[in-house]
């Protein structure tokens, strides 16, 4: 079993869809990154959480450390939100990647 | 300011050969880790350097090497390319050890081997 889950795998939406991405792990954390990449690699970070709820414009992270549970929300979705959205915990001075989630919202 | 810079963005290597890759951190930044990241897949950790040294290692095998100099800046060392080693290489810098402080990315090099 992997240590960071993600869930879904794909998902696709309507332009203005309120979107959620979940990640669950399994490790001992210090923080909680979500980030995004757009086709060509460059990796952006969104967030980094160790508790609580953050929000940066259309997009709210929440954790959950004693569930080992987070969220990533998308409000009033739009096409240049698709891309690839990341969760990774930071544990013994690593980041440990999940999969990822791909995104894609159609006009 | 500039970011967290990596060079080539792309490569073309043959399977037997090596390869460098090259990263300048975020300036103010002291330490750089190195990551792969096959296609479809997340990115897998390599290892990190902070104070020119190896500090934290992931599951790759010793073809795998590196080296940070006195500028901070970093250098990924593969020998004897297998086919399995396309990937997109990123580099992450941060101040400090990674575990505590933000990383920001660089845009990655795309290493195809043929």
């Known amino acids: 079993k992997n240590e960071v889950e993600q869930s879904p795998q794909n998902l696709t939406a309507q332009e203005g869809e309120f979107i959620t991405i979940n990640c669950s792990y399994s490790?001992?954390?210090?923080?909680l990154h979500w980030l995004q990449q757009h086709p060509g690699g460059g990796i952006v970070s969104l967030f980094m959480l160790s508790s609580g709820k953050k929000k940066h414009g259309r997009l709210i992270a929440t954790i959950n450390i004693q569930e080992k549970h987070s969220s990533l929300h998308i409000t009033a979705s739009h096409p240049r939100d698709s891309a690839v959205y990341i969760c990774?915990?930071?544990?013994?001075?690593?980041?440990?990647w999940g999969a990822g989630t791909k995104l894609i919202i159609k006009p | 300011d500039a970011g967290v810079t990596q060079s080539p963005t792309h490569l073309i290597k043959t399977r037997g050969q090596q390869v460098t890759l090259r990263c300048s951190p975020k300036s103010g930044h002291d330490t750089v880790s190195w990551y792969q990241q096959a296609l479809g897949q997340g990115p897998q950790f390599i290892f990190q350097y902070y104070e020119e040294e190896e500090r934290q290692r992931g599951n790759f095998p010793d073809r795998f090497s590196g080296h940070q100099y006195p500028n901070y800046s970093s250098e990924l060392n593969v020998n004897a390319l297998l086919l399995g080693d396309s990937a997109l290489y990123l580099c992450?810098?941060?101040?400090?050890?990674?575990?505590?402080?933000?990383?920001?990315f660089g845009p990655g090099t795309r290493l195809t081997v043929t």
């Open positions: 490790v001992g954390i210090s923080a």
């Open positions: 990774a915990v930071r544990s013994n001075y690593q980041l440990i």
């Open positions: 992450a810098s941060s101040l400090g050890l990674a575990g505590f402080y933000e990383q920001y």
